[in-house]
């Protein structure tokens, strides 16, 4: 596959609260939490499109990795604030998914943060960039499914 541009699509959203466990000694999310975050709203993205990570890499002995990110902490989430993470794929490559991500806090609509990171598809046996499986996401890849919760 070449590198193709994204039409752009309705993001995906996946909802969480911050709890006591997510928070440092100020009172804030701890920044290194707001990555799990979107690592957890990117695997619902997948299982919303029917793919099972475990399953495929048993299957095929392929994993997603982040390749690289950049991020801007824009406002701070505090104790018991709902999010909302987004994501966005922007672009696909043969190996790779460039996304846009961004958590929002729904209650006064603040963009908490915002990042866009590539995803590689690797073979984990030899850690080396591995084609993404053939429809395994849609060519023609549009999302209009419902907010995870």
Known sequence: ???????P???FEWRLR???EDTDAGG???????LAFMERARTEWLRSLGVDQLELR???GLAFV????KVDWLKPARLDDELVVSVTVTERRAASMLFEQDIIRPADGQTVLRAQLRVACVD???MRPAAVPDGLIPDNYHLDAPVAE
Do not use: G, K
């Open 1 to 7: 596959m070449t590198s193709t541009a994204m039409i």
């Open 9 to 11: 699509t309705p993001p």
């Open 18 to 20: 911050i709890y006591w």
């Open 28 to 34: 804030v999310v701890y920044h290194a939490n707001y």
């Open 58 to 60: 048993q299957r095929t």
């Open 66 to 69: 982040v390749r690289d990110m």
């Open 124 to 126: 984990l046996a030899s």
